[in-house]
């Protein structure tokens, strides 16, 4: 079953739009977490020194933006099997 197929349907339109739902949070977790590390990296490259203060505030931030995520997908998933 194709997406368009799930979102023109029009029993289960809102299945479609959990679908998008999900499928956007993971896209935005991966953005957020690309950027988080590529501020890590670039602050590492500038003070090394700071190696341990950075990457434990880097894995922090990353875990914080994957809950995000992961209560959005768990959302979406909670429409669908309802």
Request: hydrophobic letters at 60%; charged letters at 10%; aromatic letters at 4%.
């Amino acid at each position: 079953m194709s997406m368009m197929t799930v979102l023109l349907d029009g029993i289960s339109t809102s299945y479609g739009f959990a679908a998008m739902g999900a499928g956007l949070a993971a896209i935005g977790a991966g953005i957020g977490i690309g950027q988080v590390g590529k501020g890590a990296v670039e602050s590492i490259a500038r003070q090394p020194e700071a190696l341990n203060d950075i990457r434990s505030n880097m894995i922090l931030a990353a875990a914080l933006i994957e809950g995000v995520a992961l209560f959005a997908v768990i959302a979406a998933l909670i429409v669908i099997f309802k």
